[in-house]
């Protein structure tokens, strides 16, 4: 069976994520994880396949703060926008 397991978010979201998959693979099956560019060597490394989606979470939520400014300036308007921005970005690839 064709298995594609879609996870974004940081390394702890992904991870066990990658062992569910290696768990799936060593069950007989192809097994491709769809998650940000930046975990691709995580994924291949346990010889699983990866897929690319935009969006980064951790991104977006750094744009609520202006400038690196403490957390006291922090906007939820620009916060907002960008996820909505990012999660349409993320939908589409997926």
């Known amino acids: 069976m064709k298995v594609c397991i879609l996870t974004i978010g940081t390394r702890g979201d992904v991870q066990p994520y990658v062992a569910l998959g290696t768990g799936l693979k060593s069950a007989g099956h192809s097994v491709t994880i769809a998650t940000l560019a930046e975990f691709k060597s995580l994924v291949e490394q346990h010889g699983l396949q990866h897929a690319s989606l ?4 951790l991104k977006a ?31 589409a690839d997926e």
Do not use: H, I, K, W
Not at 54 to 57: A, I, L, S, T, Y
Not at 77 to 88: D, F, G, K, T
């Open 61 to 91: 939520a750094g744009a609520a703060v202006a400038g690196g400014s403490p957390p006291a300036s922090r906007n939820p308007l620009r916060m907002v926008q960008e996820y909505v921005r990012m999660a349409s970005d993320t939908l």
């Open 54 to 57: 935009r969006g980064d979470f």
